[in-house]
């Protein structure tokens, strides 16, 4: 039984894909490394703990965002205060100084541990990729700030300003690209198109973020460490407004599968094929680089796809509403759409399904690239079904391109068969 154990953990460990396990080797060097020198020299113990405490409150406030995105903005601006903060030393005399980087690394590590310790009792994820992406960066940003200000670069307030202002911006950009790196690595997308996805999501927190540190490192020079007290409640109203955000995406989502089942409990179409059609359509929606807002649309739109067979008098063999005439697709689709627009919020999605009867080129218009998609992939399931045999997805790959171009975007297949054959269909 223990070697059993024992196996499995060496399982799972070799699992951990690249990119993350090179952010968790590179943050606990960075933590080791900052607390023995941290513990020879410990300069103004208020203020560390003070930034300290900021970051633990933050890191227990963290939120998921949608797309399965974590964030701690509270912490993360926190953080970033301290990396930047510059102080008057008046022991031997007024001498402006900075915090040690590695200090500054130590602070930011056991704060987010300490914020971290009440999730993990709850049971919850200790979510430390988004604490090592965290710690790295502000990592990186003391140790570029912290020689500007020794070297006495940043003495006029102007040239203080616009060094913050770059900072925050490279650090936002240097989070951006660790969490695209994670990301491709999850979702087994392409890097380039991940990347431009993070940017285009995550540039109002990374400006609220930034604005909040630099405020707080000159609030902080004038007010003292309590100030700190001040400047969380601009913060918490931020966080609430992208929480209230994430709370309704999730709540949407919910109704949503809800939705899709039943065509299922109806015997409409087979068990997970909504879920599959969903699946796939987002890894294609992404090889194809749609954004973010077209991607949560067309997850909603592929897995309410089928609802419209609920007009059927008798369900289609199988649910494969490929094998149906153009009428009758028509049909599903129009009834499906009707379904979903009487929910009131839903008109795009609703637009989305009644478009996806139509084929490709050669109508009188051409429906929208998420339509294709959840046409393409919708054949391909109905074809393939839950199977991952590769001989079985080589097939049905063969007969959509062999279909005419009038029906399948030629793009689109392509980019099923690029997904489909990177991984296997059950890790989609």
């Known amino acids: 039984m223990t070697s059993r154990a024992a196996e499995q953990r060496w399982i799972a460990w070799q699992t951990v894909d690249s990119g993350r396990l090179v952010l968790y080797v590179v943050g606990a060097v960075l933590v080791l490394a900052a607390l023995a020198r941290t513990a020879m020299d410990v300069r103004l113990v208020s203020v560390a703990i003070g930034f300290g405490l900021f970051i633990a409150f933050g890191e227990l406030l963290r939120l998921q965002l949608p797309g399965g995105r974590e964030a701690a903005p509270i912490a993360m601006s926190a953080a970033l205060a301290y990396a930047m903060a510059s102080l008057v030393e008046l022991a031997t005399g007024p001498k402006t100084m900075s915090i040690p980087p590695l200090q500054v690394v130590a602070v930011a590590a056991l704060g987010m541990i300490l914020g971290a310790l009440p999730h993990v009792a709850a049971g919850r994820v200790p979510e430390l990729t988004g604490m090592a992406r965290r710690l790295v960066t502000v990592a990186f940003v003391a140790f570029i700030f912290h020689p500007l200000i020794e070297r006495g670069l940043l003495a006029h307030r102007w040239v203080e300003f616009a060094a913050m202002a770059v900072m925050v ?137 089928d609802i419209g067979q609920l007009s059927l008098i ?28 009487q929910t009131g919020v839903l008109d795009n999605v609703a637009e989305l399904v009644r478009c996806q009867w139509l084929p490709a080129t050669g109508g009188l218009t051409t429906p929208p690239l998420a339509s294709r998609v959840i046409r393409a992939v919708n054949a391909f399931d109905d074809l393939v079904g839950g199977s991952a045999d590769r001989d079985r997805v080589a097939a049905a790959i ?22 489909t054959g990177r991984l296997r269909l059950s890790r989609l």
């Open 398 to 419: 063969d007969r959509l391109r062999l279909a005419s171009e009038v029906e399948y975007d030629p793009r689109v297949v392509d980019a099923l068969a690029a997904v």
């Open 169 to 305: 911006t490279l650090a936002w950009l240097l989070e951006s690209v660790i969490s695209a790196v994670i990301r491709a690595d999850d979702l087994r997308a392409r890097l380039p198109i991940m990347l431009a996805d993070e940017l285009r999501v995550q540039w109002r927190l990374g400006l609220a973020v930034g604005v909040s540190a630099i405020i707080t490192v000159f609030g902080a020079e004038v007010m003292g460490i309590y100030e700190l007290i001040v400047f969380a409640g601009p913060l918490l109203v931020i966080q609430f407004a992208f929480r209230r955000y994430a709370g309704i995406r999730a709540t949407y989502l919910q109704t949503v599968r809800a939705l899709a089942q039943v065509t299922e409990v109806g015997g409409y179409v087979e068990t997970g094929h909504s879920r599959r059609v969903s699946r796939i359509a987002l890894a294609v929606g992404r090889e194809l680089g749609m954004s973010e807002p077209d991607l949560i649309d067309l997850e909603y739109a592929a897995l309410m796809h």
């Open 314 to 341: 008798e369900p289609i063999p199988g649910g494969a509403t490929v094998l149906v005439s153009s009428a009758d697709a028509r049909r599903i689709a129009e009834f499906g759409a009707e379904v979903i627009r």
